[in-house]
């Protein structure tokens, strides 16, 4: 018997150390210089052969990442694309956030990487693989293992499309998968398939739990259609998953290095030649109490401690209060901290109205001075703004959209609905608004939650044409907010909002705290 050991990670983000930078040397349960420890460990443990993967999602999301791929001189990868060098990868798969910063940076990180890039569904006009290979083909301790790699078909819908190729094509993972899996299976005894996209059904019921309408998460169909997977890696969603999917072991490992997967096969050798999987087990391996890597450490240090002084640069001061303790009242009722947000994007881009979104329940506003650590802790995106045209009836209809982030529990309070919380964190889906004055009344039925919509003390009719100015992501139609469209863009900044806001700040050394509490969230039942 051969006893076969698969680790992964996966939407790491470019977290390297244990801290989310929201204060300055923090030692939070996560971060990569922990997972490499585990890594390190479980390959030199392991009783058979390992192979090790990466499911993507490595080259943004946190403010190193932001600082290698916008501020230091160049928009040099290799600072960060050598940390990742110091873990042994057998295979790279490209997560949607590797496109963030533009297919040309991109290629300079995979230049950079040791790691070979596996990807079946990123093709070129003539079908042939865009980024690396379809699959790669290994063979350990006799056992011939084949893997594949695929990417969340939701890519063209982020923020950063338009930094994509013309000629790049997405294909659905399924589709590529019924295809290559059955070839593949025909010459190798095991068969990995390692997604960035995770799943559109409860695993234990199959019912939905997101729209199909845009593919972004197919792993559930995947393995319900595609026979001969031995085993399945998925990202993208953070969530922490190792269980079996009929019959398929299956890991997801959280974000930011938090856990390990691992995956373990039983092979005996097959009366007609090769072998056959036996037995099959998923687990995950939490890194919190992981000591740091020693060479990720000394590789890390210097960046780790530029990162650090461009964090704590002072902006500007403030007149008044922009911090905020609490995220779900933040939402609920608005903050002087959203309003100064909502102010720098109008004035950027010249709209009636302003839309955005407190990201996660990590930042809590800007302190007084205003740093960089600031901005980057609470706009966490390198997003930048786009301007559309939208008429009353698109702005309500979005309004109505961004309400079905609240519901009532069963004493008749105002929560967050479930689906913002499972499978996956989307606070980043429920959108506040300036420039309007509006009232979302949580009492009233999902699309009828909206009882008062005035623009400039007049009632929004649904002709009117407003210019409203939102996210890159948000303007393509992203969280499905399908009443936005590119086509609907008339002007864009591609400008990261984190240096829009910095750049703001340099140009107005102190700035005025101001609220003006243009929106409500109530339980407010019908008596009549």
Do not use: C
Request: glycine share 6%; aromatic share 8%; hydrophobic share 40%.
């Amino acid at each position: 018997m051969v006893t076969l050991t698969i680790l992964s990670t996966s939407d790491t983000h470019g977290f390297i150390f244990p801290t989310n930078y929201v204060k300055p040397r923090a030692h939070m349960p996560f971060g990569l210089i922990r997972a490499a420890t585990v890594l390190a460990a479980e390959q030199q443990s392991a009783p058979g052969p390992v192979v090790t993967i990466d499911d993507g999602d490595f080259l943004a999301g946190s403010p190193l990442a932001y600082y290698v791929a916008q501020v230091q001189p160049h928009s040099d990868p290799q600072p960060l694309v050598r940390i990742y060098n110091q873990i042994h990868y057998d295979a790279e798969v490209l997560g949607n956030h590797e496109f963030d910063y533009g297919t040309d940076y991109l290629e300079r990180a995979l230049n950079a990487s040791d790691r070979p890039v596996v990807n079946a569904n990123i093709l070129d006009d003539a079908g042939r693989p865009l980024f690396g290979q379809q699959y790669r083909i290994i063979e350990r301790h006799g056992i011939k293992i084949a893997i594949i790699g695929l990417t969340t078909r939701a890519v063209l819908q982020w923020k950063n499309h338009d930094n994509v190729s013309a000629d790049v094509h997405f294909h659905t993972a399924v589709s590529i998968a019924k295809e290559l899996v059955p070839r593949l299976k025909k010459i190798v005894d095991v068969v990995i398939v390692s997604y960035h996209g995770g799943f559109e059904r409860n695993l234990k019921t199959g019912k939905l739990i997101e729209s199909l309408s845009n593919g972004e998460n197919e792993a559930y169909q995947l393995l319900s259609e595609v026979k001969g997977i031995d085993a399945l890696i998925t990202g993208h969603q953070h969530r922490k998953i190792a269980t079996t999917v009929f019959d398929v072991p299956v890991t997801q490992p959280g974000y930011r290095g938090e856990a390990v997967g691992k995956i373990v096969l039983h092979l005996e050798p097959s009366k007609a030649g090769g072998y056959v999987v036996t037995d099959k087990s998923a687990h995950l391996i939490e890194t919190k109490n992981a000591e740091f890597d020693r060479n990720i450490a000394i590789y890390s240090h210097q960046l780790d401690k530029k990162v650090d002084h461009w964090l704590a640069e002072p902006l500007a001061r403030i007149d008044g209060d922009l911090t905020f303790k609490s995220a779900q009242k933040a939402r609920m009722k608005e903050t002087a901290y959203t309003e100064f947000i909502q102010r720098v994007q109008m004035t950027t881009m010249n709209a009636d109205i302003s839309a955005t979104s407190l990201f996660n329940n990590e930042g809590h506003g800007f302190e007084n001075p205003i740093t960089m650590r600031n901005i980057m802790t609470n706009y966490v995106y390198p997003d930048g703004l786009a301007l559309e045209l939208v008429t009353g009836k698109d702005l309500k209809a979005a309004l109505e959209k961004a309400a079905t982030y609240f519901t009532l529990n069963l004493n008749n309070q105002i929560i967050v609905n479930p689906a913002f919380y499972s499978p996956k964190l989307r606070h980043y889906n429920y959108d506040m608004y300036e420039g309007i004055n509006y009232r979302i009344n949580v009492a009233k039925p999902v699309g009828h939650r909206i009882d008062k919509l005035l623009f400039k003390g007049q009632p929004v009719t649904d002709d009117q044409i407003f210019r409203l100015v939102l996210n890159r992501y948000r303007a393509g139609g992203g969280g499905h907010y399908d009443m936005f469209r590119a086509d609907k863009i008339i002007a864009e900044n591609k400008t990261p909002m984190s240096q829009l806001i910095a750049d703001y700040l340099r140009a107005h050394s102190v700035v005025k705290a101001t609220v003006d509490d243009n929106f409500e969230v109530v339980n407010e039942p019908d008596t009549k």
